[in-house]
């Protein structure tokens, strides 16, 4: 009777390292998303005639995902000390090798760079991207008060590409 219980635990302790070893060949691949783009915010004259300032940035970042993986990406910019864009990115494989895209952009606008004070909003629309296809958004907003004209842009690709 020991033997047999002896015999069985070998048996199940050879194959136990084994087991999950081995995936699908998709699974093993990373997908990539790379996004390019530029963020530009305008800092309208101030109430008291206070002048504009106009900054702009670029930005290029790859994500490598596996499957179910969620990933973020935010890039900001500051004109006139008191206008900020701030452009947020998400990316999620999902499980037919695609990744879904949405992202949004905020205007904050205050006494600095740093309030909290959001004066508007645009949401991109949440798109599918297949491996090898890109995709490019344009999104702005802008502050509506009436002394108050800044604005944010934001136009970005995301290219999806699958990695060995």
């Known amino acids: 009777m020991k033997l047999g219980r002896i015999a069985a635990a070998a048996v199940i ?4 390292p084994f087991v ?6 998709e699974a093993a691949n990373k997908h990539t998303a790379r996004l390019q783009g530029t963020i530009n915010v305008y800092e309208c004259c101030g109430f008291l005639g206070a002048a504009s300032d106009t900054q702009e940035r670029e930005f290029d970042r790859t994500l490598r995902l596996a ?13 006139g000390g008191e206008a900020r864009g701030e452009l947020t990115v998400n990316v999620r494989m999902v499980s037919d090798e695609t990744l879904q895209v949405w992202s949004v952009l905020n ?10 004070d959001r004066d508007g909003y645009q949401s991109g629309a949440t798109r599918l991207l297949p491996s090898g296809t890109a995709q490019t ?26 990695a060995p």
């Open 107 to 116: 205007l904050w606008e205050g006494g600095s760079c740093g309030s909290l």
């Open 67 to 79: 499957h179910g993986e969620h990933k973020w990406f935010k890039e900001t910019e500051c004109a």
């Open 13 to 16: 302790s050879i194959s136990i």
């Open 137 to 162: 958004w344009v999104l702005s907003a802008a502050n509506d008060e009436w002394h108050s004209a800044d604005t944010t842009k934001a136009w970005f690709s995301v290219t999806h590409k699958v």
């Open 20 to 25: 999950g070893a081995a995936q699908p060949a």
